[in-house]
Each structure stands twice: as structure tokens, then as C-alpha cells.
């Protein structure tokens, strides 16, 4: 599609049209769309027909982070929007597994399931000031969920099944749900797992659940464990929930209405819930999907995720465009390195997003799609999660998908959504994001806050955005949210990556610059698995370490402290990663397991995560410690020279596939 047929040409043409405005190219109309934030948001808001759904009082009341409030007055709801793009002449889901045939999802039938569903929920007590929380995989059940959730006015949350019950339970008490919806199992890599034991697990640690929802999939409902141990907790089929009427009923919430909780973990402590509102979402998302990435509705939209990433949300709200949406629940590499593009070839997937680290292994597996599989219909290919080496940047030009648009994208679960990535209006170039979305005020700044254009700095955002959080669960006085991203700089978003913006507005992100964890897109507090690892008899201390190396590798290294009188063996790894396994989840599984004296610590006490992290990405030990402000600063060499052998091919050890 060339750039004059794209929506945002449409949107500038519309501009021109209705407002008289008209720009030179893509930096002009960014400088317009981040100066005069009230004139650029309230251009998306008419644009995309919200102006048709309410009025509203002011754009933007306060300016100031994070106090700033979004088109005060206006009332809409996010599952509403969702369904107002029902037509007979394409699906509104394809679901598909690793076994079985693409299911489509008429817009009809998802409208009448998400209406039963919604009516279930209100004869249970659901509504507003209540949550639903879903252990479910990527699948129409979960997406029906969301939705009547929403429907309802009543805050949406979900974990993959993949996750440990410790790390559910982590997320979900936090949340209160007074509903839980679970599914029997999943299927990955050609196994089955039984998920039945693990959700009465859940149900023990959940005492505000009332209602538990099981949704049969791979089971026969009167086969196998108990669901429920608890009484208390009155059990519902999915079947007899949804379609028992055909329209759904909307509860007219408030711009600022909470609509979901989303999880990521900082370095220490439970993990963060962040919550957004219905209004920041619909018109976030309809401006980063429509005007940046140049999502239509006849587009068929598959991101392979689960529905424990951001963009399982990002993908869902490819409903806000009319979008099929194509769920995926499996192994991108079922059955074999392909297995994405075999899935995008089935389902005739014109849109398909993924995570930087299965790009890269797939290049190095000497993968060849675009000879194995039919990706003619593919015309546009979003990655995310983590910077690539430019060798990947070519290999999916050239043995991918020749003739498809590579749009790299960075945002993240906090403001679900995107900083910076492509546009039509914009060249791709090998190694970089394109340029910062619309809207978005980003710059790179030294420790002084100080512009440092094409310099590696703090990636920040100096001026508001709708999706940003509206709170963190269980933070009075938003003191965590504060602290998470306006400690540094005070009425500034620091959104805790390295980032340089080059002069021609280009982008590139060099990883997290805290010592949050990073696997895949996903964010994962080191706290969590040190609660685990260091459970375990044999283990006395432990450090793990997530570092974007300088050859595109992301390293996650876990180093381990034996208990004194105990030595390390095959035995012990296997242990500390079946703990892990079980525990977390197969993604917190570190790359490899380093048995060491000593963790090196600040004199109160912290572990030298992000010290250690800029050691083992090339960093002097001089550079990045005080001589006398730490414990065991032996160590620190010590890690010098296992960051010495890593870059030389050294120190790596998947253990993945264990």
C-alpha cells in the first residue's frame, strides 16, 4: 500500500479538510501532533466518529504528569466501540491451535456470546467497582471475556495458564476478582497440560471469588480433578453462559472508568498492577493502530502472544477498526522453526506481529519461510520485545517476507501501547524504530535533564498521553507509581529504557536501563524468582541478570550461591529450574545456571543488579561501582571476566527446551 492510500494520509487530508492545517512531512505533523496536544487529540477523537458517541467538557484539563485528565465529561465504553464495526463481510475472530482446522467467528456470534456472557456476570452481582479475572490461553473465550467484562462496566484482568499458581496469585489477590474464569488446559508443543489442579490452587488463594467460570476445552467436563475445593464458590459452565441473547447491554462509564488491570514486575516487591480506563484506551489505540501502524478493517491481524503480554490487549483492540483478529494458542515453533508463518499462511494473515527474540532464532536456525509457506497476503510484519541484530533485519527481508513492511515498535505494558515505530510516511531503516508515534512527546536525556539528540539517554516522554496510568493497585497516594516513573525527573515520564533519537527523528532503543527483566516482551520482577530459587535447601543467595548484549542476544543468566557444605551438580540445576518451570513459568527459565561465591551487594544490603547487568553488557567494573560502597567487590571482576567469555561465544546454555 503506498503512503498516499494509507490512514494517516487520509487523517492529514482530513486535517486540511476540516481544520485548514497541512504539513511538510511526518516531523512536522509529530511537532504539531506533541505541541498542541489538545488540537491533535481532539482531531483523533472527531476522526475516528467518538464525536458522534459523547461530547466532552475539555481535551486535556491538566497538563501536568501525572495529574493530567482526559476529555473530562465524556462517557463511552471500550467493549461498545469494540462491536460498533459488526459486518456480515468478514469474521471478527479466526481462532486456531496446533491441531484442528481455523474456526471463524462471525461479528454475530462474538456480539451474542459477549451479550450472554455480560447478562451472566450482572445476575452474579458484576458491575462497576468489581473485577473478573481470566487464567485462560489465547483463545475466543478470552477475548468474549474481556469484552463482557467491559460490557458491564467491571475491571478485567488475566494470567496465562502457563503461569505457576505462586506467580498467579502474586497478580490476582492483589486484584480482588469476585469472578473467575479458567480454562480446563492448553495445548504447546504438541503437549497437553492439564490446568484443572492449578486452578483450584488458585480458587484456595482467592477469597473473594464468588463465581467460578470453567471453560472445557481439551477435557470432558465430568473427566478428570475437581475444579473447586471451596463450597463457597458456586460453578458455571461456559456453554450455558453465552448466547442466550443477541445484544449486549452497555454501562455508559466515565472517560477515566477503570477497564483492566495489566501486571509488570519491577526489580523488588509484589508485582505493579496498572490499571487504564476505557476512554484512554479506545482513543490511544485507535490512533497508535490506525494513524501508525496503518491497521484497516480488512486487514487479518495475528500478533503471536499470550494473553499475559500487552499486546494480546494491543491485538484485541484491532476490534476498535473493525480488524479480524487471528488468536493463536501454541508454540510458534510447532512444529517446527515455521511455526508462526505456517499459522499466518493458514489463516491468510495480513498482519502479523512478534517478538524480536523469535525472529532471531529463527535466523539462526537457517529458517526460510518465504520459500516454505505462502506469506504473499502478509503485508506488514510489527516487531517487538527487544532490539534485533541487523543480520535479522535482513533475513526477514530477504528469506521472510520480501515484499511486507518491518515496522519495529517500542512501548510497553504501562501505557499499553506504542512510543516509537513505523509509519508509512517514514523509511525503514536497518536497525532503528522509524520515528516516535504521534502524540507522543519523546526524547533521550542525560542524568541532568538534558536533550542528548543522536546520544544514548533515558527514553522520556515530557508530555501526557491518554493511556497513561490511570493508578497502581494497592497504592495509596500513587506513591508507586510516582516513584515507577517521575522519580528521576520530576513531571516527566522516565520510562526506564536507553534510547537515542537521531536528528532525522529515527530511534533505537538499547534495553531497559533498571534491572527489570525482560524475556520476549514480557517484563518479569527479579523478586519473583529469587522468592523461588532461594526457597529451595541448597541455595543460599542468588542474583539473575537480564542484559541485551551488543550481538542482538537477550542474556538471562542465574547465578546461584550453594548452600555452605553443599556443592552444585546437574542434580541442583535441574531442581532450581524445575522450581522455576513450575513455580513462575516456562519464560522465567534463565538461559543458564552459574553456581558463585558470593552476590555482590550495596552496603544496605541491595543486590547489584544493574551493575552487574552493565558489566555483562561491556562495562568496566570502575565504571559502575564505588570503591567501599560495596560487599565482595572481588566479584564484580569476577563477572568482568564471565561477561569476557560470554561475548566471545562463552557462558550461554539454553535451558529452554529442559
Given at each position: ?15 486540511e479538510?476540516?481544520?485548514?492545517l ?8 509529530w511537532?504539531?501532533s ?16 467518538l ?14 504528569m ?5 476529555f473530562?465529561?465524556a ?30 467467528i ?14 451472566t456476570?450482572?445476575e ?25 467484562t ?42 497437553e497440560?492439564?490446568?484443572?489442579p ?7 488463594g482467592l ?30 459452565r ?32 509484589l ?5 487504564h ?14 494513524l ?20 494480546w ?16 494458542d ?32 529463527a535466523?539462526k ?20 520485545g ?6 535479522t ?5 530477504g ?17 499499553c ?9 517514514l ?62 525527573y520530576?513531571g ?12 532525522d527523528l ?8 533498571d534491572?527489570?527483566?525482560n524475556?520476549m516482551?514480557v ?28 550481538d ?12 555452605e ?15 522455576i518451570r513450575q ?36 562495562a ?8 567501599g560502597a560495596?560487599?565482595r ?25 529442559k
Open positions: 500500500m503506498s503512503a498516499g492510500r494509507s490512514n494517516i494520509a487520509d487523517f492529514l487530508r482530513w486535517l479538510k476540516e481544520r485548514g497541512s504539513f511538510t512531512d511526518y516531523a512536522d505533523v511537532r504539531w506533541t505541541d498542541d496536544l489538545p488540537g491533535f487529540w481532539s482531531a483523533v477523537w472527531e476522526y475516528y466518529g464525536d458522534g458517541v459523547s461530547d466532552y467538557d475539555e481535551v486535556l484539563a491538566d497538563a501536568t501525572p495529574d493530567a485528565r482526559w473530562t465529561g462517557r463511552l465504553n471500550f467493549a461498545r466501540q469494540c462491536l460498533a464495526h459488526a459486518t456480515d463481510e468478514r469474521p471478527a475472530l479466526i481462532a486456531v491451535s496446533e491441531t484442528g482446522a481455523p474456526q471463524a462471525s461479528w454475530e456470534r462474538l456480539t451474542s456470546e459477549v451479550a450472554g456472557v455480560a447478562a456476570l450482572r452474579m452481582g458484576v458491575g462497576p467497582g468489581d473485577c473478573v479475572a481470566g487464567y485462560l490461553p489465547n483463545i475466543p473465550e478470552a477475548v468474549v471475556a474481556l469484552l463482557a467491559a460490557a458491564v462496566g467491571a475491571t478485567w484482568t488475566v494470567c496465562s495458564p502457563d503461569f505457576g499458581t505462586p506467580s498467579v496469585l502474586a497478580r490476582l489477590r492483589q486484584a480482588r476478582p469476585t469472578v473467575l474464569v479458567a480454562a480446563d488446559g492448553y495445548r504447546y508443543g504438541g503437549k497440560y492439564d490446568r484443572r492449578h486452578a483450584a490452587e488458585i480458587l484456595d477469597p473473594t471469588v464468588r463465581h467460578l467460570v470453567a471453560v472445557d476445552r481439551l477435557y470432558a467436563s465430568e473427566d478428570g480433578p475437581a475444579w473447586s475445593r471451596r463450597p463457597d464458590v458456586t460453578q458455571h461456559w456453554t450455558a453462559l453465552s448466547g442466550r441473547q443477541a445484544q449486549p447491554a452497555f454501562a455508559d462509564v466515565p472517560f477515566d472508568h477503570p477497564l483492566w488491570i495489566l501486571w509488570s514486575s519491577g526489580t523488588t516487591g508485582p505493579k498492577g496498572i490499571v480506563g476505557h476512554g484512554g484506551i479506545v482513543v490511544e489505540l485507535l490512533k497508535a493502530l490506525g501508525g501502524v496503518d491497521l484497516r478493517a480488512d486487514d487479518r491481524y495475528f500478533f503471536h502472544t499470550s494473553t499475559s503480554w500487552m499486546v490487549n494491543f491485538m484485541i483492540a484491532g476490534l476498535l477498526h473493525g480488524t479480524t483478529l487471528v488468536l493463536y501454541g508454540s510458534p515453533t510447532h512444529p517446527a522453526i515455521n511455526g508462526v508463518w505456517r499459522i499466518a499462511a493458514r489463516t491468510g494473515a495480513t498482519m502479523v506481529g512478534v517478538g524480536a527474540a523469535y525472529l532471531i532464532a535466523e536456525a537457517g529458517a526460510h519461510p518465504a520459500a516454505e509457506t505462502d506469506l504473499r497476503a502478509v503485508r506488514s510484519i510489527l516487531q517487538t527487544s532490539a534485533m541484530p541487523d543480520s533485519w535482513h533475513w526477514v527481508r528469506l521472510l517476507a520480501p515484499d511486507a513492511r518491518l515496522q519495529s515498535i517500542c512501548g510497553g505494558t504501562d501505557i501501547s506504542v512510543l516509537a515505530g513505523g509509519s508509512p510516511l523509511p525503514v531503516r536497518t536497525g532503528r524504530i522509524s520515528g516516535p508515534a504521534l502524540g507522543v512527546a519523546l526524547a533521550s536525556w542525560d542524568a541532568t535533564g538534558q536533550p542528548r539528540t543522536g546520544q544514548q539517554g533515558e527514553l522520556v516522554v515530557t508530555a501526557p498521553l491518554p493511556s497513561m496510568p490511570l493508578y497502581f493497585v494497592d497504592d495509596p497516594g500513587d506513591e508507586r507509581y510516582k516513584s515507577s516513573y517521575f522519580d528521576v520530576p516527566v515520564w522516565r520510562h526506564g529504557d536507553w534510547a537515542t533519537v537521531d536528528t529515527s530511534v533505537v532503543v538499547a534495553g531497559r536501563s534491572a527489570t527483566l524475556r516482551g517484563r518479569m520482577g527479579s523478586a519473583d524468582l529469587y522468592a523461588v530459587v532461594e526457597a529451595l535447601p541448597r541455595i543460599a543467595d542468588s542474583l539473575v541478570i537480564g542484559a541485551e548484549l551488543s542482538g542476544r537477550y542474556c538471562m543468566p542465574l547465578f546461584v550461591v550453594p548452600a557444605g553443599t556443592g552444585f551438580d546437574d542434580a541442583l540445576r535441574d531442581e532450581i529450574v524445575g522450581a513455580s513462575l513459568s516456562p519464560r522465567h527459565v534463565p538461559d543458564v545456571v552459574v553456581p558463585i561465591e558470593a552476590v555482590p551487594r550495596t552496603l544496605t544490603g541491595k543486590k547489584l543488579e544493574v551493575p552487574v547487568k552493565h558489566i555483562l553488557q561491556g568496566r567494573v570502575t565504571d559502575v561501582s564505588t570503591e560495596v560487599t567487590p572481588d566479584m564484580l571482576a569476577w563477572f568482568a571476566d564471565f561477561a569476557a567469555e560470554l561475548r566471545a561465544g562463552g557462558g550461554e546454555g539454553p535451558l529452554q527446551g
